[in-house]
């Protein structure tokens, strides 16, 4: 389901620049352990009703962010949780594309040693260097929520 939601925002063609709001989100274990408890509560429901499996397949058609939100938002069972979860449906869309752009950018900065401003801010790098492994056992989990 993280696929689903993450792959095309962030996944975005070679030859556009990454959003500017998804580089400088800034990223905080309270909001990726609230995204966290969100997405796992939205996978148990969708297991038992079709109609949500079905709207979140249709996400991953999203180009931008804020077409990613605007269907999160449609979504009144989706927006239920992410609300009693503690954010909005745009910090739902921001949460998984901000990690992966920082995890993204970490691992180009540390093994190539190449300049990533353009993916996340020097913060979100650092920040996910220094919870890398707490931010990895989570996002982990989340390949398993299929």
């Known amino acids: 389901m993280l696929a689903v939601l993450?792959?095309?925002?962030?996944?975005?063609r070679q030859d556009?620049?990454?959003?500017?709001?998804?580089?400088n989100y800034?990223?905080?274990m309270d909001k990726i352990?609230?995204?966290?408890?969100?997405?796992?509560?939205?996978?148990?429901?969708?297991?038992?009703?079709?109609?949500?499996?079905?709207a979140m397949k249709g996400?991953?058609?999203?180009?931008?962010?804020?077409?990613?939100?605007a269907a999160v938002e449609s979504n009144p069972k989706m927006m239920a949780v992410i609300k009693s979860s503690g954010?909005?449906?745009?910090?739902?869309?921001?949460?998984?594309?901000?990690?992966?752009?920082?995890?993204?950018?970490?691992?180009?900065q540390t093994q190539y040693k190449k300049?990533?401003?353009g993916l996340a801010t020097a913060e979100n790098v650092a920040f996910y260097g220094a919870h890398k492994d707490e931010i990895e056992k989570i996002t982990n989990s989340w390949s398993h929520e299929e």
Do not use: N, W
């Open 59 to 69: 996400y991953g058609d999203k180009k931008t962010l804020a077409e990613m939100t």
């Open 87 to 108: 954010l909005t449906a745009k910090e739902f869309c921001l949460v998984p594309m901000g990690i992966m752009a920082a995890g993204g950018a970490y691992m180009i």
């Open 115 to 117: 300049d990533v401003s």
């Open 16 to 23: 556009r620049k990454m959003d500017p709001e998804i580089v």
């Open 33 to 54: 352990k609230a995204f966290d408890g969100a997405l796992h509560k939205i996978t148990t429901a969708a297991k038992a009703d079709p109609t949500l499996q079905t």
């Open 26 to 28: 800034k990223l905080s």
């Open 6 to 12: 993450t792959a095309s925002g962030l996944a975005q």
